[in-house]
């Protein structure tokens, strides 16, 4: 069995992670689904102090105080971001790096770098929230984001999303053992939509994987096909089992 730390994107949290998980502990998987510090459930801790760092330390803690090893580190959206800042940091615990529908950085980038299409979009919904500048996407334009079209699935998700401080998406990533992340196995799960829109110059790394799927759905892939994506999962495991 596998233990898996799934990290969210941008205005998520753990929660998004309810279906996916289910599935995974059902299965035997260990499965830890951490809410970044300002997001979800901790969105009352929301301060101008937050940054990537702090998200990266978010998830480096988490392994280090469940003492966690051989972790299948995954990470949605924004979430490529953290861990690959957690792989950097934490490098001894995390066996593989999958990435959802994510961004996928390289030492001194940031999320506006790697995805400015869409920070240029977050940016027209720019608030200043308790001193705190963050996004926060109107309602109406959850479908287009996340692509999460079910009324029920919306019904259940729109209420959970909350503001993003914008200071997580412009401060650079900073590796210091890159080329050491670069040969953790990794698998990409990308979703065709999004797929039609990433800079074509940055499509590439989306494609540069040890296992490499793709689901026909929107950005929030967890939600819309979680039996999907463990599928997927499972078969990472049986293909990494196989390679001995």
Same mark, same amino acid.
Do not use: W
């Given at each position: 069995m596998a233990t898996f730390v799934l990290v969210h994107g941008g205005s998520h949290g753990g929660w998004c992670y309810q279906r996916l998980a289910r $599935? +995974?502990?059902? &299965?035997? /998987? !260990?499965? /830890?689904c951490p809410t970044l510090t300002g997001c979800g459930d901790?969105? /009352? %801790?929301?301060?101008?102090a937050i940054n990537l760092d702090t998200h990266i330390e978010d998830v480096a803690s988490l392994l280090f105080h469940e003492d966690l090893h051989d972790v299948y580190l995954a990470g949605h959206s924004y979430g490529g971001m953290v861990i690959t800042g957690v792989a950097d940091r934490?490098? &001894?615990?995390?066996? /593989? +790096?999958?990435? %959802?529908d994510a961004s996928h950085p390289h030492d001194g980038e940031s999320l506006a770098d790697v995805a400015p299409g869409m920070?240029?979009?977050?940016? =027209?919904?720019?608030? %200043? *929230?308790d001193g705190v500048e963050v996004i926060e996407l109107p309602e109406e334009h959850t479908p287009n984001s996340y692509g999460i079209v079910d009324p029920a699935d919306r019904a259940w998700a729109q209420p959970r999303l909350s503001p993003h401080p914008w200071a997580c998406f412009t401060q650079k990533l900073r590796l210091t053992r890159e080329a050491e992340v670069r040969k953790?196995?990794?698998?990409? $799960?990308?979703?065709? =939509?999004?797929?039609?829109?990433r800079p074509k110059d940055l499509l590439h790394r989306t494609l540069e994987a040890d296992h490499l799927f793709e689901i026909d759905t929107g950005h929030d892939l967890m939600v819309t096909e979680p039996r999907q994506v463990a599928d997927m999962l499972? !078969?990472?495991? *049986?293909?990494e089992a196989a390679k001995g």
């Open positions: $599935i +995974l502990r059902a &299965e035997g /998987h !260990e499965v /830890h901790r969105r /009352h %801790l929301l301060s101008p934490a490098l &001894e615990r995390v066996r /593989h +790096l999958v990435f %959802l920070m240029d979009y977050a940016f =027209q919904h720019m608030k %200043l *929230r953790l196995p990794r698998t990409s $799960i990308n979703c065709t =939509q999004t797929l039609r829109i499972r !078969e990472v495991l *049986r293909r």
